[in-house]
């Protein structure tokens, strides 16, 4: 009984740090998905054209790969709390001065703190979730991305509320900012989780093998990469193949719905611990999607629905993974997260000229052959570690 109690009081403590996470991930979906609804508004403050204003995205992921270095060595230095708070500080600046910002280079600069910011953000929240819930953060993680897909589904609604009541989109951001202060408030004064290699427990740290750590890089870059390009192309997709515009932009709320709702109905199984059947369940069915679109076995809605539910899992279940593969700090997390931006910048490049010279039948054929090699990888990185003895038990 004595043993039990601790425990129970343990798991009772981890529950506001934990719903606080979840807060702070809705917040960080809210900022990451204010740019693009909120573009047309920024240019006109700016007296920008489309094509100027776009510098907006390339700030941003600049700042975003910046914050994943910096915010993983911070990590594992200071209280992983006043790391978050400090992130928190400088994006409620950002998004307080974001709409007033008269100048496009004024709009840039804090664009690109936002993105440093958002990403510290993300990285630390999924740092301080694997330590708090340790062997058991699967399910926690998931839960994590499933509210900043809340967040991003949310924030078009707020600007679209506003603009059709004839108020500024300005107070979209401020409430945004309002939002992320009120989950500063919460978390302040609750303690950091410890890494479990400085608790004093019986942790014992995974031997580090850079081959598997830079082949888990990789497959992150693919994934991040994968998601970012069927977002940002499927309604030119749709455009170029005879839909409305209207009709096309609502595939991509179908995919970020549908890729949010799978990491929910995805917990059992991370829950129970069925981290490589999961992943290649995904990439099967993710190929078989991409197959059906180059061939137009289904109806381009239904597709999207499914190949969003494909990949929502793959995220949260390969950090997972990774953390038992190569126990996951500070700087491990940081790093992952800036090939997940190089990931972000680079795919999504690529698929435009591909487009151009060989038509839309090239986005199906590079997601199709991104996820092979994603799923060849994995194979190589899981006989690696069988063979060095270093996968755990």
Known sequence: ????????????????????????????????????????????????????????????????????????????????????????????????????????????????????????????GNVMTMWLHRERSGPFISTLHFCYGVGAMVVPLIIMVAVNNGVSVLWAFWLVAIYVVGVGIFLAPQRSPISPAND???????????????????????????????????????VINGM?????????????????????????????????????????????????????????YVLTLIFGLSLSAIFPTLFTLGNQLVSLNGKRTGMIFLAAGLGAMVAPTMIGPLIENFGTDALPILLAAMLSMKAVGLALILLRQRMTRQRPA
């Not at 910046?66 to 709390?81: A, N, Q, Y």
């Not at 942790?203 to 998601?227: N, R, S, T």
């Open 1 to 124: 009984m004595d043993h039990v109690m601790p425990s129970q009081q343990r798991a009772a403590s981890h529950w506001r740090p934990t719903i606080t996470y979840f807060l702070m991930f809705i917040g960080i979906g809210l900022i990451g998905g204010i740019l693009g609804p909120a573009l047309p508004f920024l240019a006109e403050q700016s007296g920008s054209t489309m094509s100027q204003i776009a510098i907006l995205f390339t700030a941003r992921a600049l700042g975003n790969m910046l914050g994943s270095v910096i915010s993983g060595l911070l990590l594992d230095r200071f209280k992983g709390h006043r790391v978050l708070l400090g992130m928190i500080t400088l994006a409620v600046i950002g998004m307080f001065l974001m709409p007033i910002s008269p100048l496009l280079i004024v709009m840039t600069v804090v664009i690109f703190v936002l993105g440093f910011a958002e990403v510290s953000m993300n990285a630390g």
């Open 200 to 238: 004093g427990s019986d942790h014992v740290d995974k031997v580090y093998d850079k081959v598997v750590f830079i082949g888990l890089l990789v497959l992150f870059a693919f994934y991040v990469g994968m998601e970012m390009t069927f977002a940002g192309w499927i309604t030119t997709y749709g």
């Open 244 to 300: 409305t515009q209207g009709d096309a932009a609502f595939l991509v709320s179908i995919f970020w719905f549908s890729l949010s709702m799978g990491r929910l109905l995805a917990i059992p199984i991370l829950r129970a611990g069925y981290f490589t059947v999961l992943l290649y369940s995904c990439l099967g069915l993710a190929i078989a999607m991409m197959l059906s679109l180059y061939f137009g076995w289904l109806d381009l």
